[in-house]
């Protein structure tokens, strides 16, 4: 595998989340399969999960790491061909990302969507351009657009805790202070979609995500029916796509106990950071059905197997 950009580079999830699950037994079975190679993690915006997991997965092969929080401590880099860099930013990406790639053997970074101009984010500059001028794997660890690190993550934690019958699996929209993209949601979507699963989204009217993205997957702008019978609940805020960054405080779409109660005794899932008691209750996120921690704890194990397919194959 060359880069890793989106949950659609995953050519049979149950294969890889087998994979993930067998490297979560032993996580140290290649550890030394990195040695002498350099993953350089680039981030132009905050994180813990993917920082700490992701430095983890690297380490348990053996390689070195380098991070580099981009925005603040680098350049402000110009992405536009030809452009005359008479104003703010200071470098183009042609040649940071040609350096960063003689200094590294595998590149990821995190480049979240502006929410400013629905166009340029789907274009995925940040991501392609780093792609384009690099001869190096790169990895999507979260994009304007999608965040299949998580996505394979939440695939490995709904297989290891789904019941015998075929899962019933419910993304819900909840409420946030802020505009916050749709790159979990999509690759949360994308995912899904290719497991053996009865998957519905649920969301206010005006909240519906790329059409390209959730295809026929049903939505349901009933909260408290979709949540009937479900064994999983994906809880997650995402902007609108279509009035691109408008957001949305609704309490009424709050995750609440009363709510659980409707679903088939359903395990609870963020990919957090969550707010409390404006997202979900207190009451839910503590409870028992809660899988957050044992989520975020997922995520090294999927860091590991795209590393370690990359490395195998370069
Ligand atoms: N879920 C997730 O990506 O967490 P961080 O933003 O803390 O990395």
């Not at 053996?62 to 104003?87: C, H, K, P, R």
């Not at 999509?186 to 995500?209: K, W, Y």
């Not at 049903?218 to 064994?231: H, R």
Request: net charge negative; with cysteine; proline share 4%.
């Amino acid at each position: 595998m060359n880069n890793y950009f989106s949950i659609k580079d995953v050519d049979s999830i149950d294969t890889w989340v087998n994979e993930a699950i067998e490297i979560k037994k032993n996580p140290l079975s290649d550890k030394t399969l990195g040695a002498d190679k350099t993953i350089g993690l680039l981030f132009f915006n905050p994180s813990l999960r993917t920082r700490l997991s992701t430095q983890k997965a690297a380490l348990n092969l053996g390689m070195n790491v380098i991070v580099m929080n981009f925005t603040g401590e680098g350049w402000s880099l110009e992405y536009g061909d030809g452009a005359v860099m008479d104003q703010g930013n200071s470098e183009h990406v042609k040649e940071a990302a040609q350096v960063v790639s003689q200094y590294c053997d595998v590149l990821a970074i995190r480049a979240f969507a502006k929410l400013e101009n629905r166009d340029d984010d789907y274009e995925e500059k940040v991501l392609k351009s780093f792609i384009k001028y690099t001869d190096i794997p790169v990895i999507n660890m979260e994009s304007a657009t999608g965040h299949p690190l998580q996505a394979l993550t939440d695939a490995i934690t709904i297989t290891e805790n789904k019941p015998i019958h075929k899962p019933k699996i419910v993304l819900s929209w909840a409420p946030h202070p802020k505009a916050l993209p749709q790159a979990v949601a999509n690759s949360f979507v994308e995912m899904a979609q290719q497991m053996e699963a009865d998957f519905v989204i649920t969301h206010p009217v005006g909240f519906e995500l790329a059409s390209q993205i959730t295809n026929e997957v049903p939505i349901d702008y009933n909260q408290e029916n979709a949540l009937k019978d479900a064994d999983f609940v994906y809880v997650k805020n995402w902007s609108s796509y279509e009035e691109y960054g408008k957001t949305s405080q609704d309490q009424n779409w709050k995750i609440t106990k009363e709510k659980m109660k409707l679903t088939n005794n359903a395990k609870f899932m963020h990919c957090l950071p969550v707010r409390r008691n404006v997202v979900i209750d207190d009451a839910v996120i503590d409870s028992d059905n809660s899988i957050v921690i044992e989520q975020a704890n997922n995520r090294t194990y999927a860091a590991q197997l795209v590393l370690k397919k990359i490395l195998e194959t370069t």
